[in-house]
Antibody, heavy 117, light 106 residues
Protein backbone atom coordinates (compact mmCIF):
# COMPACT_ATOMS: atom_id res chain seq x y z
CA UNK A 1 0.00 0.00 0.00
CA UNK A 2 1.09 3.55 -0.69
CA UNK A 3 2.62 5.28 2.32
CA UNK A 4 4.42 8.53 2.92
CA UNK A 5 6.01 8.60 6.37
CA UNK A 6 7.46 11.83 7.71
CA UNK A 7 10.06 12.56 10.35
CA UNK A 8 9.14 13.63 13.86
CA UNK A 9 8.34 16.97 15.42
CA UNK A 10 11.01 19.65 15.64
CA UNK A 11 11.57 22.69 17.84
CA UNK A 12 13.86 25.35 16.42
CA UNK A 13 15.14 28.80 17.38
CA UNK A 14 14.43 31.79 15.15
CA UNK A 15 17.04 32.03 12.41
CA UNK A 16 17.76 28.30 12.42
CA UNK A 17 17.00 25.77 9.67
CA UNK A 18 14.85 22.67 9.71
CA UNK A 19 14.93 19.65 7.41
CA UNK A 20 11.84 17.44 7.18
CA UNK A 21 12.02 13.93 5.74
CA UNK A 22 9.32 12.11 3.78
CA UNK A 23 9.87 8.42 2.97
CA UNK A 24 7.71 6.93 0.24
CA UNK A 25 6.79 3.28 -0.24
CA UNK A 26 4.30 1.14 -2.14
CA UNK A 27 4.64 2.84 -5.52
CA UNK A 28 7.22 3.80 -8.13
CA UNK A 29 8.85 6.77 -6.46
CA UNK A 30 10.18 8.36 -9.64
CA UNK A 31 6.76 8.46 -11.34
CA UNK A 32 5.19 11.07 -9.05
CA UNK A 33 5.81 14.64 -8.00
CA UNK A 34 6.28 15.26 -4.28
CA UNK A 35 4.60 18.41 -2.99
CA UNK A 36 5.07 20.20 0.32
CA UNK A 37 2.14 21.94 1.98
CA UNK A 38 2.04 23.60 5.37
CA UNK A 39 -0.73 24.52 7.79
CA UNK A 40 -0.25 27.06 10.55
CA UNK A 41 -2.26 26.51 13.75
CA UNK A 42 -5.96 27.01 13.05
CA UNK A 43 -5.26 28.17 9.50
CA UNK A 44 -5.76 26.88 5.97
CA UNK A 45 -3.42 24.97 3.70
CA UNK A 46 -0.49 26.73 2.03
CA UNK A 47 1.32 25.23 -0.95
CA UNK A 48 5.13 25.54 -0.76
CA UNK A 49 6.39 23.78 -3.85
CA UNK A 50 7.17 20.48 -5.53
CA UNK A 51 10.10 18.33 -6.56
CA UNK A 52 10.23 15.60 -9.15
CA UNK A 53 12.41 12.64 -8.12
CA UNK A 54 13.20 11.50 -11.66
CA UNK A 55 14.35 14.81 -13.13
CA UNK A 56 15.38 16.58 -9.95
CA UNK A 57 13.33 19.60 -11.04
CA UNK A 58 11.78 21.82 -8.43
CA UNK A 59 9.21 24.62 -8.33
CA UNK A 60 8.75 26.82 -5.30
CA UNK A 61 6.09 29.30 -4.32
CA UNK A 62 7.54 32.78 -4.63
CA UNK A 63 6.93 33.38 -0.95
CA UNK A 64 9.53 30.74 -0.06
CA UNK A 65 12.08 31.39 -2.83
CA UNK A 66 15.55 31.67 -1.37
CA UNK A 67 14.55 30.02 1.94
CA UNK A 68 13.34 26.58 0.86
CA UNK A 69 15.15 23.67 -0.75
CA UNK A 70 13.38 20.49 -1.83
CA UNK A 71 15.45 17.47 -2.72
CA UNK A 72 15.00 13.76 -3.28
CA UNK A 73 17.14 10.64 -2.89
CA UNK A 74 15.85 8.04 -5.32
CA UNK A 75 18.07 5.31 -3.82
CA UNK A 76 15.97 5.33 -0.65
CA UNK A 77 12.70 6.80 -2.04
CA UNK A 78 12.96 9.76 0.28
CA UNK A 79 12.19 13.43 -0.15
CA UNK A 80 13.45 16.33 1.92
CA UNK A 81 12.26 19.85 2.55
CA UNK A 82 14.66 22.27 4.19
CA UNK A 83 13.48 25.69 5.34
CA UNK A 84 16.05 28.20 6.52
CA UNK A 85 16.01 31.52 8.41
CA UNK A 86 13.06 30.32 10.45
CA UNK A 87 10.65 32.88 11.88
CA UNK A 88 7.95 32.55 14.52
CA UNK A 89 5.28 32.48 11.79
CA UNK A 90 6.88 29.39 10.25
CA UNK A 91 5.37 27.41 13.12
CA UNK A 92 3.12 24.94 11.33
CA UNK A 93 2.45 21.35 10.41
CA UNK A 94 4.39 20.49 7.26
CA UNK A 95 2.98 17.82 4.96
CA UNK A 96 4.41 15.99 1.98
CA UNK A 97 2.04 14.58 -0.64
CA UNK A 98 2.38 12.88 -4.00
CA UNK A 99 0.75 14.01 -7.23
CA UNK A 100 0.38 12.99 -10.87
CA UNK A 101 -1.92 15.57 -12.50
CA UNK A 102 -4.84 14.27 -10.45
CA UNK A 103 -4.64 16.09 -7.18
CA UNK A 104 -2.61 15.22 -4.10
CA UNK A 105 -3.81 11.67 -3.55
CA UNK A 106 -1.58 10.43 -0.70
CA UNK A 107 -0.28 12.53 2.16
CA UNK A 108 2.24 12.07 4.90
CA UNK A 109 1.06 12.24 8.49
CA UNK A 110 2.53 15.71 8.95
CA UNK A 111 5.50 17.09 10.89
CA UNK A 112 4.99 19.82 13.48
CA UNK A 113 7.72 22.44 13.36
CA UNK A 114 7.67 24.88 16.26
CA UNK A 115 9.78 28.02 16.13
CA UNK A 116 10.35 29.29 19.64
CA UNK A 117 12.96 31.27 21.50
CA UNK B 1 -4.98 32.26 -8.83
CA UNK B 2 -6.84 33.25 -5.66
CA UNK B 3 -9.52 30.79 -4.59
CA UNK B 4 -12.40 32.03 -2.44
CA UNK B 5 -14.58 29.48 -0.72
CA UNK B 6 -18.08 30.07 0.59
CA UNK B 7 -19.63 29.87 3.01
CA UNK B 8 -16.96 30.02 5.69
CA UNK B 9 -19.06 27.80 7.94
CA UNK B 10 -22.03 25.64 7.01
CA UNK B 11 -24.33 24.22 9.69
CA UNK B 12 -26.38 21.19 8.64
CA UNK B 13 -27.68 17.89 9.98
CA UNK B 14 -26.89 14.29 9.01
CA UNK B 15 -28.90 13.25 5.98
CA UNK B 16 -29.09 16.77 4.57
CA UNK B 17 -27.49 18.00 1.34
CA UNK B 18 -24.42 20.26 1.41
CA UNK B 19 -23.33 22.61 -1.36
CA UNK B 20 -19.90 24.24 -1.11
CA UNK B 21 -18.56 26.86 -3.49
CA UNK B 22 -15.06 27.66 -4.73
CA UNK B 23 -14.52 30.71 -6.95
CA UNK B 24 -11.26 31.46 -8.74
CA UNK B 25 -9.89 34.91 -9.54
CA UNK B 26 -9.09 33.70 -13.07
CA UNK B 27 -9.79 30.62 -15.18
CA UNK B 28 -8.43 27.39 -13.77
CA UNK B 29 -6.41 25.83 -16.55
CA UNK B 30 -7.83 22.52 -17.80
CA UNK B 31 -10.26 22.58 -14.87
CA UNK B 32 -7.46 21.28 -12.67
CA UNK B 33 -9.44 21.79 -9.49
CA UNK B 34 -9.40 19.41 -6.52
CA UNK B 35 -11.40 19.13 -3.32
CA UNK B 36 -10.11 17.79 0.00
CA UNK B 37 -11.70 16.87 3.30
CA UNK B 38 -9.71 17.34 6.49
CA UNK B 39 -10.79 15.88 9.81
CA UNK B 40 -9.28 17.25 13.04
CA UNK B 41 -5.73 16.07 13.65
CA UNK B 42 -5.45 14.39 10.25
CA UNK B 43 -3.92 15.35 6.90
CA UNK B 44 -6.29 16.30 4.09
CA UNK B 45 -7.71 13.52 1.94
CA UNK B 46 -8.48 13.84 -1.76
CA UNK B 47 -12.16 13.70 -2.73
CA UNK B 48 -12.40 15.15 -6.23
CA UNK B 49 -9.85 15.95 -8.95
CA UNK B 50 -10.24 17.47 -12.39
CA UNK B 51 -13.28 19.35 -11.01
CA UNK B 52 -15.61 16.35 -11.26
CA UNK B 53 -13.75 13.03 -11.00
CA UNK B 54 -14.05 11.14 -7.71
CA UNK B 55 -10.81 9.88 -6.24
CA UNK B 56 -10.37 6.16 -5.58
CA UNK B 57 -12.69 4.87 -2.87
CA UNK B 58 -14.77 8.04 -2.56
CA UNK B 59 -18.52 7.29 -2.30
CA UNK B 60 -20.89 8.61 -4.91
CA UNK B 61 -22.62 10.94 -2.44
CA UNK B 62 -19.70 13.28 -3.23
CA UNK B 63 -19.85 15.09 -6.56
CA UNK B 64 -17.92 17.95 -8.08
CA UNK B 65 -19.01 20.28 -10.84
CA UNK B 66 -18.10 23.53 -12.52
CA UNK B 67 -15.57 24.96 -14.90
CA UNK B 68 -13.60 28.11 -15.57
CA UNK B 69 -13.86 30.14 -12.37
CA UNK B 70 -16.84 28.61 -10.56
CA UNK B 71 -16.74 25.20 -8.91
CA UNK B 72 -19.04 23.33 -6.55
CA UNK B 73 -18.73 20.35 -4.24
CA UNK B 74 -22.02 18.67 -3.38
CA UNK B 75 -22.52 16.07 -0.67
CA UNK B 76 -25.93 14.55 -1.29
CA UNK B 77 -26.62 12.94 2.12
CA UNK B 78 -24.38 13.94 4.98
CA UNK B 79 -22.88 11.20 7.11
CA UNK B 80 -21.41 11.89 10.59
CA UNK B 81 -17.85 11.56 9.24
CA UNK B 82 -18.50 14.34 6.69
CA UNK B 83 -18.48 17.06 9.35
CA UNK B 84 -15.01 18.44 8.73
CA UNK B 85 -13.17 21.20 6.85
CA UNK B 86 -13.24 21.19 3.03
CA UNK B 87 -10.63 22.92 0.89
CA UNK B 88 -10.37 23.43 -2.85
CA UNK B 89 -7.05 23.61 -4.69
CA UNK B 90 -6.15 24.58 -8.22
CA UNK B 91 -3.18 22.84 -9.82
CA UNK B 92 -3.49 24.27 -13.32
CA UNK B 93 -0.99 27.07 -12.88
CA UNK B 94 1.82 27.89 -10.53
CA UNK B 95 1.65 28.47 -7.63
CA UNK B 96 -0.82 25.72 -6.78
CA UNK B 97 -3.14 27.65 -4.47
CA UNK B 98 -5.69 26.52 -1.90
CA UNK B 99 -8.90 28.15 -0.81
CA UNK B 100 -9.25 29.18 2.83
CA UNK B 101 -11.61 26.30 3.61
CA UNK B 102 -15.27 25.74 4.53
CA UNK B 103 -16.07 24.25 7.91
CA UNK B 104 -19.04 21.89 7.77
CA UNK B 105 -20.51 21.55 11.25
CA UNK B 106 -23.47 19.81 12.80
Amino acid sequence: QVQLVQSGAEVKRPGASVKVTCKSSGYIFTDYYIHWVRQAPGQGLEWMGWSHPDSGRTKYAQKFQGRVTMTTDTSISTSYMELSSLRFDDTAIYYCARELVAGLDYWGQGTLVTVSS
Amino acid sequence: VVLTQSPGTLSLSPGERATLSCRASQNVNSNYLAWYRQKPGQPPSLLIYGASSRATGIPDRFSGSGSGTNFTLTISRLEPEDFAVYSCQQYGSLPYTFGQGTKLEI
